[in-house]
């Protein structure tokens, strides 16, 4: 049986944690191994990851760009900078780390759904920018890649609503939380959605789901007066 002190051990307790979204413990979990192996690329990835979950950005960063001078080019430090990139609101950047990113991920022959990661953060920085066209191609990427993945999903829904095409992102919105029932953020989007729609009961619905799934989120005040509003509009 292996020693659950063992690096290697820790280390998949820490990357079971962060399938969780528990970026805390997998921390506590990666404190000792990274004093363990300073220089190993890998192991450095798995902490910025695990800072990220965390909240702890600035950590993060650092932990990433120090990852690439031990691996250059390491495909998940870079598509993990690029997503911190469209955090900053730095497109250009976010779609060039990205792309190197893609680029890495092909010559190491990684597993398909790494791609859609990527392709999908890609997306997302095109919308950003209102690159509606670019944001889709790299989407159904994403899609393609990995059909059981909610984001491509959201960020395509996201789209068609930048598009004013609501029944379209209605459908995408579904397919998100049909992958991942704690999409938060579909919930609240496909009932916004139906708003536009003139679909009240639906719409409240999704947003009433939207609390349950998220009941500590930042606008869960301006959502429940939303949702009273739907209510008495009938």
């Known amino acids: 049986q292996r020693d659950p002190d063992q690096p290697e051990a820790r280390s998949n307790l820490a990357e079971l944690a962060l399938a969780q979204g528990k970026g805390k413990q997998a921390l506590a979990l990666l404190s000792g191994v990274r004093k363990k192996s300073p220089k190993d690329g890998e192991v450095v990835v798995l902490v910025g990851q695990a800072q990220l979950a965390a909240r702890k950005l600035d950590d993060a960063y650092d932990t990433l760009l120090s990852a690439l001078k031990l691996d250059d080019g390491h495909p998940v430090a870079l598509l ?79 789209t068609y609503d930048t598009l004013d095409r609501p ?53 869960a005040g301006t959502i429940k007066r939303k949702i009273r509003k739907l209510k008495k509009a009938g």
């Open 167 to 219: 029944q379209r992102a209605v459908a995408y919105y579904q397919k998100a939380i049909a992958n991942d029932a704690s999409y938060a953020a579909a919930y609240k989007r496909l009932g916004m959605t139906y708003v536009k729609l003139n679909e009240n009961a639906k719409a409240i619905a999704q947003l009433q789901k939207y609390l349950e799934v998220a009941p500590k989120a930042r606008d």
């Open 80 to 158: 993990e900078l690029g997503r911190i990139a469209i955090r900053d609101a730095e497109y250009p950047l976010a779609v060039k780390r990205l792309k190197e990113a893609l680029k890495a991920m092909k010559k190491r022959r990684l597993p398909k759904y790494r791609w859609a990661a990527a392709f999908a953060a890609l997306g997302h920085a095109f919308l950003a920018q209102r690159d509606t066209g670019r944001a889709m191609t790299n989407l159904q990427d994403a899609i393609d890649h990995d059909p059981k993945s909610a984001e491509p999903q959201y960020r395509m829904g996201v």
